[in-house]
């Protein structure tokens, strides 16, 4: 092993109190020891592998940082570098999809401020305020097969199913449900057209209790299909999965829970953490109907993967 500063041939210089070897540079004279870091950090893989089980399971920042003695902006940067690996494993590992019934649908956060608080200080930045993630998952595997990080707009929606159209463009023609939020109406026609039949699930709500306006939805009356394009069958028009996923995100991330002060104040620091939230699930997390892990599900892995296969180290 070379040196971590001039790169130089180094020797072996006896061991530390854990056990790992220590080494001396032949040229600088610097000693270091040689456990495994995750590239761009100098925490031992140990701490980081803590950081990383903590923020997974819906600790805050805050939180991991009083559990594991590290700072919180030490906590960010791991964040950060794990948060663009996980998005480097995505790209390698998901494409080429056979999926056959996908379920898409948005889920609501914030970044720094809510809506109403940017528009009454009339701030202009596009990183602030409503945030939504667009997720897509395949209601057999329960991969999550594409997700996009941005507005509750038409053009944000593009960007999604672009994604989306990426990784399932060599697969057979499948089918496709979601709510119905009118960006969904010309782009997925636009997008996914020649793949996919696509309907959209309409639930009818009754007249909100007046009690329980601010958290509490109103009782869902009843539902309704409409099929958009394509030939949909109807009877497994559903979006029941995606509704499902909806609250793993919500119960397994810090920055979703209501009612905290733990929402994202970055925009990037968001993208990081679902980054590693659909990695995790993807390639970690048993999911207790399958028995085993969504990407072994569907074909793209053979084993569970731990966390230390995400950042790239043995321990």
Not at 98 to 104: C, K, L, R, S, T
Not at 203 to 225: F, M, Q, W
Request: aromatic share 8%; with cysteine; net charge positive.
């Amino acid at each position: 092993m070379n040196c971590i500063d001039c790169g130089s041939k180094t020797k072996k210089n006896g061991k530390d109190g854990n056990g790992y070897q220590r080494l001396m540079c032949k040229s600088c004279g610097k000693t270091f020891t040689d456990k495994p870091k995750l590239q761009g950090s100098n925490l031992p893989a140990d701490k980081v592998l803590l950081i990383v089980n903590l923020l997974v399971e819906g600790n805050s920042v805050r939180s991991t940082e009083r559990i594991t003695g590290v700072h919180r902006d030490t906590i960010l940067s791991v964040l950060e570098l794990v948060g663009k690996r996980c998005m480097e494993i995505e790209k390698k590992h998901i494409r080429n999809l056979n999926v056959g019934h996908i379920q898409a649908d948005e889920i609501w956060a914030f970044v720094g401020m809510k809506q109403k608080t940017k528009n009454r200080k009339e701030i202009k930045s596009s990183r602030l305020g409503d945030a939504y993630t667009f997720v897509a998952i395949d209601q057999h595997s329960k991969l999550i097969a594409a997700w996009h990080l941005g507005k509750r707009t038409e053009q944000d929606t593009l960007v999604f199913l672009e994604k989306l159209y990426a990784v399932t463009k060599d697969s057979d023609r499948y089918q496709m449900s979601t709510d119905a939020f009118k960006g969904y109406d010309h782009t997925v026609n636009e997008v996914l057209g020649t793949i996919t039949d696509y309907a959209q699930l309409i639930k009818l709500y009754g007249v909100p209790n007046p009690k329980e306006t601010r958290y509490s939805p109103a009782e869902c009356i009843g539902i309704k299909k409409r099929a958009v394009h394509g030939d949909p069958d109807m009877d497994k028009v559903c979006t029941s999965h995606i509704e499902r996923q909806n609250l793993t995100m919500r119960m397994s991330m810090r920055r979703l829970t209501r009612l905290t002060n733990g929402f994202s104040k970055k925009w990037e620091n968001l993208r990081y953490a679902l980054a590693l939230q659909f990695a995790y699930y993807n390639f970690c997390r048993i999911h207790k109907t399958l028995r085993c892990t969504p990407a072994m599900e569907a074909g793209i892995t053979k084993t569970v993967w731990e966390l230390k296969d995400i950042l790239g180290f043995s321990l």
